[in-house]
C-alpha cells in the first residue's frame, strides 16, 4: 500500500520509518543534526510550495510534507493489514 504525502508524492507504507510534527525539529538538537546531516547527503525533498508541517522519515529519504503529522498517521491506520 502507498501513503500520500502531498503534492504529487507518494511512498510505500513499508518504508515508513516515522512522522514527526516539523516542531520537533526546533525544540530537539538531535532531529536537526539529523535533517542536516540527510540534507549534506541529498536524501531530503521538499514537497510543494506551502510551509511544512511534518518530516516523513523513510528507509530511503526523508520529506518535508505541507500535511500535518496527525493527517498522515491517520492515513497510515486506514491502511487494510497486507
Same mark, same amino acid.
Do not use: M
Given at each position: 500500500m502507498y501513503v500520500h504525502l502531498g503534492g504529487d508524492r507518494? @511512498?510505500?507504507a513499508s518504508e515508513l520509518v516515522a512522522i514527526l510534527d516539523i516542531s520537533i525539529e526546533?525544540?530537539?538538537r538531535v532531529t536537526?543534526?539529523?535533517t542536516?546531516?540527510?540534507s549534506k547527503s541529498k536524501? @531530503?525533498?521538499v514537497i510543494?510550495?506551502?510551509e511544512p508541517k511534518s518530516i516523513v522519515v523513510t528507509t530511503r529519504?526523508?520529506?518535508y510534507s505541507p500535511i500535518s503529522s496527525s493527517t498522515l498517521k491517520?492515513?497510515?491506520h486506514q491502511l487494510p493489514d497486507a
Open positions: 507518494i @511512498v510505500r526546533q525544540s530537539s536537526r543534526q539529523f542536516a546531516w540527510a536524501n @531530503v525533498e510543494g510550495e506551502e529519504k526523508i520529506y491517520k492515513r497510515t
